[in-house]
């Protein structure tokens, strides 16, 4: 698995950004919006249970992530047609704010060494990459197990701070001196 140090692969993927009739599908890249920070994170299977509580919970969030100049995109290896039908017939997922990402052909979620051998899906990964393209942060859930947008947003907000953060550091408090 790629990790913290590694470059982010490099993607031009389609994805469902809108429910809108004509407006639904885009084509989502590594060099989409240069310069700022990405977050991006996996999920197993569209149409199931964990998965739909997670996504709508780093959609509550996307404010907060697109404040710290980061992007967020989510991802699995369903299409772009099954990410719409789920995003049309769920009411959590019919106004998320950040793209569903496509990787059905698995070349991305192969690259970062994230499918599960068993499923053949991928596990519940989450990567935080830095304007350069570097992985900052990488975390992944066993499939039964959802993951907390909340954590992702303070680990990132703490690797912006460019300071050491001590244990449950949040921003306001103080950063560590090496010294």
């Not at 639904?24 to 920070?37: I, K, M, S």
């Not at 992007?71 to 106004?95: I, K």
């Not at 300071?163 to 560590?176: F, I, Q």
Request: charged fraction near 25%; include cysteine.
């Amino acid at each position: 698995m790629l990790t913290v140090g590694d470059r982010f692969p490099e993607f031009d993927l389609k994805a469902v950004v809108s429910s809108v009739p004509g407006e639904e599908f885009a084509q989502v890249t590594d060099r989409d919006e240069g310069g700022r920070w990405t977050v991006i994170f996996f999920w197993p299977k569209d149409f199931t249970f964990v998965c739909p509580t997670e996504i709508a919970g780093f959609g509550a969030l996307e404010g907060a992530f697109a404040a710290r100049s980061a992007r967020l995109l989510g991802a699995s290896t369903d299409s772009e047609y099954v990410h719409l039908a789920w995003r049309n017939d769920h009411p959590d997922l019919e106004d998320l704010p950040f793209p569903m990402v496509s990787d059905i052909k698995r070349e991305l979620s192969s690259e970062l060494g994230i499918l599960d051998r068993g499923e053949g899906v991928c596990l519940r990964a989450t990567f935080i990459v830095d304007p350069e393209g570097v992985i900052r942060f990488a975390s992944v859930n066993d499939l039964s197990v959802g993951r907390s947008p909340e954590e992702v947003l303070r680990v990132l907000d703490g690797l912006q701070t460019g300071s050491l953060c001590g244990c449950n550091w949040k921003p306001g408090d103080s950063t560590l001196d090496a010294a």
